[in-house]
């Protein structure tokens, strides 16, 4: 089901998903964050624009990186904001989830921030909240991760600017890996040249060529002549059965070393949504060498979620405006 | 006293507020800044007319647009360039400068944001033109005119090969 994440004058009201977000939109998110990249560079970094909202932060499954960063995002806009870490495992999920759900609403919540491991809580949530209330997904199970795809188009944005003669490799496990669906969304949305995927059989959807994508098994014609090229996490967590012989096999065939860097253009990016395994899909000395833009990402992260987070608040506004 | 519309008449009273700002900062190495979009128009003008050497850095732009206080009522403004102040402000003299002065929201805002950059020793608003309709205890130092007009219309600075202002009844389009 797709639920209506834009309010009927193309505002952003929910941001669950890249699919079907045109692009004008996908590159009002980056300019915004653009603006408010500078903040990070103040003295005091703050706006006060979304002074006595509150928002919170609903993580069912882990998270450092996106969580924090949405809530220095949320901070940075002097939101009030409360994280909630929820193990999903306690109670059954469908029930607990609304009743969770009701209770912090309850609370004049403005905006739901939510990250899950079941794909399409997000979606789900959005349903059911209060018509005054915005959700984000952070994350649902293997299905998207929206503002992780779009802080990755800023950072191509920042290095390459025009999206139309770029190729972009992304390496790894596409089959549990909501970012790169997300990113091949954007990606395609953005008019990116040619959007390559480079992986092992089983390790990739089996759908791959309905995306509008080139598929590769090796890295040597993958990554031949690209310009952005996107690891992967190997999704220890997330794989069931044997779908790969051994970590170490895998960073043998796909794991990014500075010899496989070289098939890249010279000025080719190196990108990763984090956390990093090092030594199974990337070398040291490629995440930390002078391609790798993986902490630009993080910073990014910050801009693109103000970006988002006011965006949708802003909307909600308007309706109240209308009504 | 009557309107000025034309860029000569603008062109006068720019040279009055440079004179004065002159008079009263020349020895205090002011920093300039200007509110976007109409004030920075006004800041580069009086930066022109002073000269390259009479404010201590290049002009500085505020975007207030994360500052106003409507948010609530109509959201997000079009996007226009983010804030640059390329100077500490700390214990500096600033000359703020915006086009219009109505209500003194817009320099409410604009104080907040200044502030968020550090304490300035002094900050001093002048604006081209001050019409009636002040809604807080906050007025401008030094102005070109001073305008009364009916509620209903409207004032804004264009900028076509030199600055005119015009005019308009609420609701009415702008001429492009």
Known sequence: MQSNQLTESGQLRHFLTIEGLKRPLLTEIM???????????????????LRGKTIINLFFENSTRTRSTF????????????NFNISTSATSKGESLLDTLHNLEAMHTDMFVVRHDQSGAAEFIAQHVAPHVSVINAGDGCHAHPTQAMLDMFTIRRHKQDFANLRVAIIGDLLHSRVARSQIQALATLGVGEIRVIGPQTLLPRDSHTL?????????????????IITLRLQLERMQGALLPSAREYFRCYGLTEEKLKYAKPDAIVMHPGPINRGVEIASSVADGPQSVILEQVTHGIAIRMAVMSMALASQSEQAEIE | MTMPKTTAEIDSLLEEMAETI?????????????????GVWVAKALQKILGEDFFDAPLGTLNIAYYRDDFTRIGMHPQ???????????????VLVDDIFYSGRTTRAALNEIFDYGRPASVTLAVLIERDGRELPIRPDIVGASVILPRNQHLKLRNKDGLQLEIRAAGAPYAE
């Open chain 1, 212 to 228: 509008g994508v080139h598929v590769y098994h090796d890295m040597a014609s993958g990554l031949k002549d690209v310009d952005v």
């Open chain 1, 31 to 49: 300019d915004r964050a653009e603006q408010f990249s500078s903040i990070s560079h103040r003295q005091v970094k703050k706006v006060p624009l």
């Open chain 2, 22 to 38: 002159r008079e009263e900062l020349a020895d205090k190495d002011p920093l300039l800044v200007g509110i976007h979009t109409g």
């Open chain 1, 71 to 82: 809530e220095l995002a949320a901070k940075r806009l002097s939101a009030d904001v409360m």
């Open chain 2, 80 to 94: 226009v360039s983010p804030s640059d102040l390329p100077f500490e402000v700390d214990n500096r003299h600033l």
